[in-house]
Antibody
Framework: EVQLLESGGGLVQPGGSLRLSCVAS????????MRWVRQAPGKGLEWVST???????YYADSAKGRFTISRDNSKNTLYLQMNSLRGEDTAVYYC???????????????WGQGTLVTVSS | EIVLTQSPGTLSLSPGERATLSCRAS???????LAWYQQKPGQAPRLLIY???SRATGIPDRFSGSGSGTDFTLTISRLEPEDFAVYYC?????????FGGGTKVEMK
């Protein structure tokens, strides 16, 4: 059974940093690209970042220069390092698995339960 | 950036009725790269449809997707009580990946 378990969320002051983690199980983690998607309270879904199998990284404009996506295949873990946090970064952050292995475009077939990040003084 | 506009914002229907949800793109989207998700309160999104018309694993056949180019549709043939939720379309073939604003299907 595929499982994705996020952690690392919490309350942080504007300008602060957080590192989110997503531990994966039930599939060959190293074979799949992974994404972070966020959802502000009461709002819709917003893509944040994608990390391909080859290590290529992609970011939304809102995340460029502040967020870094990475993975440790030996630990089956995806990370999102978030720096210079702003109030508008307040959201539930979901990690999600690409449906298809390898490279290429793919929807997300499994999602974690999310971790809440609150940026406030 | 491809903007996806979903309509209506809210759909008020009764169990057993048919639901038709629209997703319109600001520019052409390959059908291969259009997906639909369902999200219930307090839960993560769930993949329903990919490739515009293919049902994801375990999705009942009352859910169907259609469309091409800039106009896509999600149809729920007969609403079950568990289908009342928010539905999002997504395109993932062009960067940045984008979602529509969602359609809430509520019980009348």
């Amino acid at each position: 059974e595929v499982q994705l378990l996020e952690s690392g969320g919490g309350l942080v002051q504007p300008g602060g940093s957080l590192r989110l983690s997503c531990v994966a199980s039930g599939f060959t983690f190293s074979s799949y690209a992974m994404r972070w998607v966020r959802q502000a309270p009461g709002k819709g879904l917003e893509w944040v970042s994608t990390l391909s199998v080859s290590g290529a990284t992609y970011y939304a404009d809102s995340a460029k220069g502040r967020f870094t996506i990475s993975r440790d295949n030996s630990k089956n873990t995806l990370y999102l390092q978030m720096n210079s946090l702003r109030g508008e970064d307040t959201a539930v952050y979901y990690c999600a698995k690409h449906q298809s292995s390898g490279s290429g475009y793919s929807p997300s077939d499994y999602w974690g339960q999310g971790t809440l990040v609150t940026v406030s003084s | 950036e491809i903007v996806l506009t979903q309509s209506p914002g809210t759909l008020s229907l009764s169990p057993g009725e048919r639901a038709t949800l629209s997703c319109r793109a600001s520019q052409s989207v390959s059908s291969s790269y259009l997906a639909w998700y369902q999200q219930k309160p307090g839960q993560a999104p769930r993949l329903l449809i990919y490739g515009a018309s293919s049902r994801a694993t375990g999705i009942p056949d009352r859910f169907s997707g259609s469309g091409s180019g800039t106009d896509f549709t999600l149809t729920i043939s007969r609403l079950e009580p568990e289908d009342f939720a928010v539905y999002y379309c997504q395109q993932f073939g062009s960067s940045p990946l984008t979602f529509g604003g969602g359609t809430k299907v509520e019980m009348k």
